[in-house]
């Protein structure tokens, strides 16, 4: 009970997207690396301030938000949460990207390529929730002849370390292209996998109600979760299997930018295309069958009822198989698709300081398409973006985001760059700052970096 609770408790406790509409591209962020190994660089080198250089925590619900349960509007909360289970989708998911860059750090190699390195440790949490187990939670099987499916219900939760190296390659004045090695440990994976089945209430022959267990097939994967000796579930025991004692994987990210016109530039990037190897700790439980049983209208001997139950039990644990499993297992990484075009304009920046960086214009304006391709769900996102430099020292960008979370998502980045010292803030949600419990997901990051360029 205490693991089923630990696990419980992570997964819903710290419930957006990976979808980082306002780092990707800003120009002069060496964490841009992350999300396009294939961005332009224009430092000499860099390092991030350990713990600090990019913490990112991004959390939503597609469902409802706080405000609709708990606005304080005269409204019963019982009828909002009936109104808010009415409005709910055939799915809802919810999601939590969580990142923090212990070390990082780059360097040019020569006046074409760049590399980059770093460890970072991430959580990742994903769930995709059927209407009809909310309705069956809520308001019980009370409804006749419905049949309550778990098709939908799929989940899948990640703990891990990743220690990383890129590089970032310029073919030409048009063409730069860079990939990224990922090698990661993962502390802790949870990945159901099949769910069909469905449970049913209908009136019986001989009694007032039937119950019925139909097609059940549902598999749950997960490895440093469940343990025989609880005493092992302490901070300090994840941490070191983040540090290359857990599950070990590969992965790769790609990248490139392109500028296919006089001030025209198009991006994109895959990240995370990879896997891990589950083979510590694991255990996963399988669960297969059919059941049924009439009604309450219960025949047994009143002088001694415990066959009757015992004849129950034995015949479920028949009829639905439940089967322990300590077979290894591989889980992918879910996958994130960047793609942007966008258009630089405006007086020119000056040469004598910034002649190489990416671009010399004061203005740029685009669109990015985010995709994030997991096993539970795909999830879409396209995003306006406005970015200018004010100085040579000051930058922002501006972004408008239409996702599953939201149509009018504004968010905005500032950069400041004081000698070597790099500090940058980027939120979204700005629409909700009056009411944050009405926004149904929150994408912060925040970072310090010491950035060195060459003197003119």
């Not at 990082?104 to 440790?121: A, R, T």
Request: a neutral charge.
């Amino acid at each position: 009970m205490k693991n089923l609770a630990f696990l419980v408790f992570l997964i819903f406790s710290i419930a957006n997207a990976q979808n980082k509409q306002i780092l990707y591209d800003f120009a002069g962020l060496p964490q841009t690396l992350l999300i396009n190994p294939g961005a332009e660089v224009s430092n000499k080198f860099y390092f991030g301030f350990p713990l600090f250089s990019q913490v990112a925590v991004q959390g939503g619900f597609t469902g409802f938000s706080a405000y609709d349960i708990f606005a304080d509007d005269g409204i019963n909360i019982n009828t909002k949460i009936s109104d808010a289970i009415k409005g709910f989708g055939k799915s809802e998911f919810t999601e939590l990207n969580q990142q923090l860059e212990v070390l990082s750090g780059g360097f040019l190699l020569n006046e074409k390529m760049y590399l980059s390195f770093g460890y970072y440790q991430e959580t990742t949490i994903l769930a995709k929730i059927p209407r009809d187990v909310i309705a069956l939670l809520y308001e019980g099987n009370s409804d006749i002849n419905r049949q309550y499916s778990i098709e939908k219900l799929s989940a899948r939760a990640e703990l891990l370390g990743v220690f990383h190296v890129g590089i970032s390659k310029k073919i030409n004045e048009k063409w730069q292209i860079g990939a990224r090695a990922k090698l990661y440990s993962s502390a802790l994976n949870v990945n159901s996998k099949q769910s069909t089945g469905s449970l049913a209430t209908t009136f019986g022959s001989n009694n007032i109600y039937k119950q019925q267990l139909e097609n059940i097939d549902f598999l749950l994967q997960t490895s440093g979760v469940f343990f025989e000796d609880t005493d092992v579930l302490t901070p300090a025991y994840y941490v070191k299997k983040m540090f290359l004692g857990g599950n070990l994987g590969l992965g790769i990210d790609l990248g490139f930018t392109h500028h296919f016109k006089k001030q025209w530039t198009v991006s994109g990037s895959a990240i995370d295309l990879g896997f891990i190897y589950n083979t510590q700790d694991v255990k996963s439980y399988g669960l297969k069958g059919d059941f049924e049983v009439d009604g309450f209208d219960l025949n047994f001997d009143d002088q001694d009822p415990s066959d009757y139950w015992n004849d129950l039990e034995d015949r479920f644990n028949e009829e639905l198989v439940l089967d322990t499993i300590t077979s290894k297992y591989i889980s992918t990484r879910p996958l994130k698709l960047n793609a942007a075009v966008n258009y630089a304009f405006g007086k020119k920046l000056d040469n004598c300081r910034f002649d190489k960086r990416p671009g010399l214009y004061s203005n740029k304006v685009g669109v990015q398409l985010f995709s994030n391709v997991g096993a539970v769900h795909t999830y879409l996102a396209a995003t306006l973006f406005f970015e200018r430099w004010f100085s040579k020292n000051f930058q922002a960008k501006i972004t408008y985001t239409a996702d599953p979370y939201s149509f009018k998502n504004l968010g905005m980045g500032i950069a400041t760059q004081l000698g070597p010292v790099n500090l940058y803030v980027l939120a979204d949600n700005l629409l909700n700052l009056n009411n944050l419990y009405a926004a149904k997901s929150v994408n912060i990051q925040v970072g310090l970096n010491f950035i060195f360029y060459d003197k003119y």
